[in-house]
């Protein structure tokens, strides 16, 4: 068997003691392919002797861990990636053989022990040319459009959930009828017994499922509520979500498909999950931790908060409990002192972490992430405009979500068109800040 190490200061310090590259897995729970290199690729004897002699293996929960995740993840998980001892990319593949991972390690290995002086060179000249992002850019609403047009041209890809709301979106807008035909294509796959394999993406299309259902008055739709939400419920009653923004993902889908069903049993067991992650993960000031059931272990990641507040927002809506919305209110506050980039948006995580080790010394502003949190603060500052809720609420001095949102926006308002499908993300945030009644 492989001895995998944890991502760690020591554990690459080993690596460079031994002169040896670092082998890096992302892997997933939920991922077939993860559990296929478990059974096939890592547990191939040749493979694991290699291992032993030749590298320094670290495995990585992608969820356990965005932050790492968002950095090194090379297209879908699992992804292989061989480091320096100083987190530096030498090369990396997603899914590979026991053969062609074989050959990787006896490849990277010897290349690295041969030429490792002038790789490190490399790798720290490159760190000091690294190119900092464009900056601000305005808010145009012709973007709506572009996103549209890119979403509309022939792609043998699926569309992802976000790609399919931000057509809804535009459907609803009275866009032209080549969305609306788009869009009944993938209604009509989607009528189908269709699931993704990350829970979050399912939560997605729960709520796509619930918004579509409504707006296009099909019945086919409606009727694949139920059995995704089921699907959903089963995935946190398995325990099966056990991180902080993963659970709150699903409790928050399950949330408005309850409100949709008009099923108060989901409603009270989606309600009872948002408040069992909060109880655990969050400490008042701290913030949120990311692991339930080890609430010391990494804390202070955008994704928690962001993922959270979006449920609490949902639960405030259904309900009308103010608590939800108050404490997603102190949530996002809490990640503007923590997280926030004065150039506009918010980078994924604390700068004071001892493991901040080759790509995650960068501060990095994740685009969906930014986009999403956009969407919470648009949410945040139409409460604000409410007299009930500014009498009741504690508003940190100086917070403007609405502002927030703006900048937030204007941060990646010159990246988007990089992002393909995943632009969509930021056309829903955009449609929502030129929608704002505040």
Same mark, same amino acid.
């Given at each position: 068997m492989i001895l995998w190490s944890d991502w760690s200061a020591s554990t690459f310090a080993r690596a460079a003691r031994e002169g040896k590259p670092v082998l890096l897995a992302l892997v997933a729970a939920w991922s077939h392919g993860s559990a296929e290199m478990d059974r096939a690729a890592f547990s191939d004897p040749d493979v694991q002797a290699l291992v032993a002699d030749r590298v320094v293996p670290v495995r990585v929960d992608a969820d356990a861990r965005p932050d790492i995740n968002e950095r090194y993840n090379l297209g879908g998980?699992?992804? /292989? /990636? @061989?480091?320096?001892? &100083? &987190?530096? /990319?030498?090369? &990396?593949?997603? @899914? *590979?053989?026991?053969a062609a991972l074989r050959a990787a390690v006896d490849q990277v290995s010897r290349g690295f022990a041969a030429n490792r002086d002038e790789i490190e060179r490399r790798a720290a000249a490159d760190r000091a040319l690294a190119v900092p992002p464009p900056g601000p850019a305005p808010l145009d609403a012709r973007a709506l459009d572009r996103i549209a047009g890119?979403?509309?041209?022939?792609?043998?890809?699926?569309?992802?959930?976000?790609?399919?709301? @931000?057509?809804?979106?535009? %459907?609803?807008? +009275?866009? !032209?009828?080549?969305?609306?035909? !788009?869009? $009944?294509?993938?209604?009509? =796959? *989607?009528?189908g017994d269709v699931l993704w394999e990350r829970p979050e993406d399912n939560a997605a299309l729960l709520v796509f499922l619930v918004d579509a259902a409504a707006a296009l008055d099909d019945a086919r739709l409606a009727a694949r509520v139920a059995p995704v939400a089921a699907e959903l419920g089963a995935t946190l009653a398995a325990g099966r979500a056990p991180y902080v923004d993963m659970a709150c993902a699903v409790a928050g889908a399950l949330v408005r498909a309850a409100d949709a069903l008009g099923d108060a049993g989901l409603l009270a067991t989606a309600i009872g999950a948002l408040e069992e992650a909060m109880g655990a993960a969050y400490r008042p000031g701290h913030g949120l931790a990311h692991v339930l059931a080890e609430p010391e272990r990494t804390t202070g990641l955008l994704s928690d908060h962001v993922r959270a507040a %979006?449920?609490?927002?949902?639960? =405030?809506? /259904?309900? &009308? $409990?103010?608590?939800?919305?108050?404490?997603?209110?102190? *949530?996002?506050?809490?990640?503007?002192? $923590?997280?926030?980039?004065?150039? +506009? +948006? %918010? %980078?994924?995580? $604390?700068?004071?972490?001892?493991?901040?080790? +080759?790509?995650?010394?960068l501060r990095v502003k994740p685009f969906v992430l930014n986009c999403d949190a956009a969407r919470v603060l648009c949410g945040l500052a139409a409460l604000h405009r409410a007299p009930a809720y500014r009498d009741a609420a504690v508003l940190a001095e100086g917070f403007d979500p609405g502002a927030d949102a703006a900048r937030t926006l204007g941060a990646q308002a010159a990246v988007y068109h990089e992002y393909g499908p995943l632009a969509a993300h930021y056309g829903l945030a955009l449609a929502d800040w030129l929608g704002r009644s505040w």
């Amino acid at each position: 068997m492989i001895l995998w190490s944890d991502w760690s200061a020591s554990t690459f310090a080993r690596a460079a003691r031994e002169g040896k590259p670092v082998l890096l897995a992302l892997v997933a729970a939920w991922s077939h392919g993860s559990a296929e290199m478990d059974r096939a690729a890592f547990s191939d004897p040749d493979v694991q002797a290699l291992v032993a002699d030749r590298v320094v293996p670290v495995r990585v929960d992608a969820d356990a861990r965005p932050d790492i995740n968002e950095r090194y993840n090379l297209g879908g998980c699992p992804t /292989v /990636v @061989f480091l320096t001892p &100083g &987190g530096d /990319v030498l090369w &990396g593949a997603t @899914f *590979l053989e026991p053969a062609a991972l074989r050959a990787a390690v006896d490849q990277v290995s010897r290349g690295f022990a041969a030429n490792r002086d002038e790789i490190e060179r490399r790798a720290a000249a490159d760190r000091a040319l690294a190119v900092p992002p464009p900056g601000p850019a305005p808010l145009d609403a012709r973007a709506l459009d572009r996103i549209a047009g890119e979403l509309l041209a022939p792609s043998a890809e699926p569309l992802e959930p976000a790609a399919l709301a @931000f057509l809804l979106q535009r %459907f609803r807008a +009275g866009a !032209r009828p080549a969305v609306g035909d !788009r869009l $009944r294509q993938w209604v009509d =796959h *989607l009528s189908g017994d269709v699931l993704w394999e990350r829970p979050e993406d399912n939560a997605a299309l729960l709520v796509f499922l619930v918004d579509a259902a409504a707006a296009l008055d099909d019945a086919r739709l409606a009727a694949r509520v139920a059995p995704v939400a089921a699907e959903l419920g089963a995935t946190l009653a398995a325990g099966r979500a056990p991180y902080v923004d993963m659970a709150c993902a699903v409790a928050g889908a399950l949330v408005r498909a309850a409100d949709a069903l008009g099923d108060a049993g989901l409603l009270a067991t989606a309600i009872g999950a948002l408040e069992e992650a909060m109880g655990a993960a969050y400490r008042p000031g701290h913030g949120l931790a990311h692991v339930l059931a080890e609430p010391e272990r990494t804390t202070g990641l955008l994704s928690d908060h962001v993922r959270a507040a %979006f449920a609490l927002l949902a639960a =405030h809506a /259904v309900t &009308g $409990r103010l608590p939800y919305a108050m404490l997603a209110d102190e *949530l996002m506050q809490g990640a503007r002192r $923590r997280l926030w980039d004065e150039a +506009g +948006g %918010f %980078f994924d995580r $604390r700068a004071d972490d001892p493991d901040a080790i +080759g790509l995650l010394a960068l501060r990095v502003k994740p685009f969906v992430l930014n986009c999403d949190a956009a969407r919470v603060l648009c949410g945040l500052a139409a409460l604000h405009r409410a007299p009930a809720y500014r009498d009741a609420a504690v508003l940190a001095e100086g917070f403007d979500p609405g502002a927030d949102a703006a900048r937030t926006l204007g941060a990646q308002a010159a990246v988007y068109h990089e992002y393909g499908p995943l632009a969509a993300h930021y056309g829903l945030a955009l449609a929502d800040w030129l929608g704002r009644s505040w």
